[in-house]
């Protein structure tokens, strides 16, 4: 069982900065994929980015060089550095724990951006 929240949206600037985090609660963290997922109006669900629990990385290609996911285990914590933002990247993130048939989601936080 593990709960998640998502914190550290907001409104930003084209080309500014944000750092999402993900805090969880439970028991063994460090045994799930975590990944952060986003949602615009209208349009699906994507992947962003991911972290597996040997700490390999990936990206949609849309957020490559600008994005960077990491996690703290002894905070049973996942993050996304967003960098060089731009207004496409505005959306709903959703951070997401999974292990095998399960699966997690937050609530979601907006990240806006915009001049």
């Known amino acids: 069982q593990v709960q998640l929240v998502e914190s550290g949206g907001g409104l930003v600037q084209p080309g500014g900065s944000l750092r999402l985090s993900c805090a969880a609660s439970?028991?063994?963290?460090?045994?799930?994929?975590m990944g952060w997922y986003r949602q615009a109006p209208g349009k699906q669900r994507e992947l962003v980015a991911g972290i597996t629990v040997g700490g390999s990385t990936n990206y949609v290609d849309s957020v490559k060089g600008r994005f960077t996911i990491s996690r703290d285990n002894a905070k049973n914590t996942v993050y996304l550095q967003m960098n060089s933002l731009k207004p496409e990247d505005t959306a709903v993130y959703y951070c997401?724990?999974?292990?095998?048939?399960?699966?997690?989601w937050g609530q979601g936080i907006q990240v806006t951006v915009s001049s």
């Open positions: 997401n724990a999974d292990w095998k048939r399960n699966s997690y």
């Open positions: 439970g028991s063994f963290f460090s045994i799930y994929t």
